[in-house]
């Protein structure tokens, strides 16, 4: 359990305790936007180690005529490591 708390609550039963004014909308807007922006930091991680295990089944090929084209390893078909979300 994780809370904020202030001066005038006990913070028994809250394992990570945030001190804090907690009847601030400034403050309550500041936790909120603190957690948004880890939650969304996480999220963008998530999404680039997708892109880049999507990345790393492909490979660059030579075409004739010089052209390059993008083909699956052996073993693995295009669009297999679909995003979850």
């Known amino acids: 359990m994780i809370g904020v708390v202030d001066t005038n609550h ?3 039963g809250i394992a990570y305790v ?3 004014n907690d009847d ?3 403050a309550i807007r500041l ?3 603190g957690i ?3 939650v969304l930091e996480g999220r ?3 999404v680039q180690e997708i892109v880049g295990a999507v990345s790393d089944e492909f ?3 030579d075409e004739p005529g010089g052209k390059r084209n993008e083909r699956a390893l052996p073993g693995r078909k295009r669009g297999s ?3 979850f979300f």
């Open 10 to 12: 006990n913070p028994d």
């Open 24 to 26: 601030s909308s400034r």
């Open 36 to 38: 948004a922006d880890a």
């Open 44 to 46: 963008n991680q998530v």
């Open 18 to 20: 945030i001190p804090g």
């Open 31 to 33: 936790y909120a936007r």
């Open 59 to 61: 490979v660059e090929v």
């Open 81 to 83: 490591a679909a995003p």
